[in-house]
């Protein structure tokens, strides 16, 4: 089979790390270490594509790789707060700070989470033949599944901290409001609304019981969906444009606002 997009490369890491400025419980040797790991995966991905315009896939998976080589060596989980900061911003962006795509290595811990440690690997085959969200519509699809389906699963998955590596984080997803009353609620000052692929959350802090809730946004290509956070676990609702919610049993209920819309 003919290599299409494949190329050559190189990797070349200084072999001085000590005056660069490292976060808290890390030395030079230790970012060195992931950094090794990060590169060669970059050397590993031009096999593949050497041109893929989504350049996220690239740095999304060498951060996850320093997780799955380097071990408590790696240098991933310091990244996950931006992302975590503006889930509101479209998958795999780079407009607001571009270490949001070093922070989106959870979805590709997500993708190997829900389909298996081959998942990574097989989405770099993808991205071989197709471009884009091409690439990873070919894959879930593969799964019997979509990416508007899987990036709302992703989504809450995130807000409720469920990766092995969670306890380094130091963070959690932006919270856009919380509701306490009945009544229109929306999002804070600073917030701009939800592009493709992104999310905007709000804690249901009312009393336990059943409530209605709907999406009166003109867009409406939104979606809604109701999660109950418990001991045990959690669960996930969509409700589309609305819906009941029971919020008996549950520690903590939030409310997600979704775009699964998405282009290249």
């Not at 041109?51 to 320093?66: G, I, N, R, V």
Request: with cysteine; hydrophobic share 40%.
């Amino acid at each position: 089979e003919k290599e299409e997009y494949a190329s050559t490369s190189y990797i070349a890491i200084d072999n001085d790390f000590n005056d660069v400025e490292f976060g808290e419980n890390q030395d030079a040797v230790t970012v060195m270490r992931a950094t090794a790991f990060h590169e060669f995966h970059h050397a590993i991905q031009f096999g593949f594509d050497g041109a893929e315009p989504h350049h996220w896939f690239a740095e999304a998976t060498s951060t996850w790789m320093e997780t799955v080589g380097a071990g408590k060596d790696q240098d991933a989980t310091g990244y996950v707060a931006t992302a975590f900061d503006y889930p509101e911003l479209c998958l795999g962006t780079t407009a607001e700070d571009e270490s949001i795509m070093y922070g989106e290595w959870t979805f590709m811990q997500f993708l190997t989470d829900e389909f298996g440690k081959e998942a990574v690997h097989d989405l770099w085959r993808e991205i071989a033949d197709y471009e884009g969200f091409d690439a990873l519509d070919q894959l879930l699809s593969g799964y019997g599944t979509t990416i508007p389906h899987e990036v709302a699963r992703y989504r809450i998955k995130n807000l409720a901290r469920d990766y092995k590596l969670a306890p380094l984080f130091n963070a959690t997803v932006w919270l856009e409001n919380t509701i306490t009353g009945t009544g229109i609620w929306t999002y804070g000052e600073s917030g701009s609304g939800v592009q493709e692929l992104g999310a905007n959350y709000f804690e249901f802090s009312l009393p336990r019981g059943i409530y209605d809730a709907e999406l009166r946004s003109a867009d409406r290509h939104l979606e809604l969906w109701a999660i109950g956070l418990q001991k045990s676990g959690l669960d996930a609702f969509a409700l589309g444009r609305g819906g009941g919610i029971n919020t008996n049993g549950y520690e903590r209920v939030y409310l997600m606002v979704f775009n699964p819309t998405y282009d290249n």
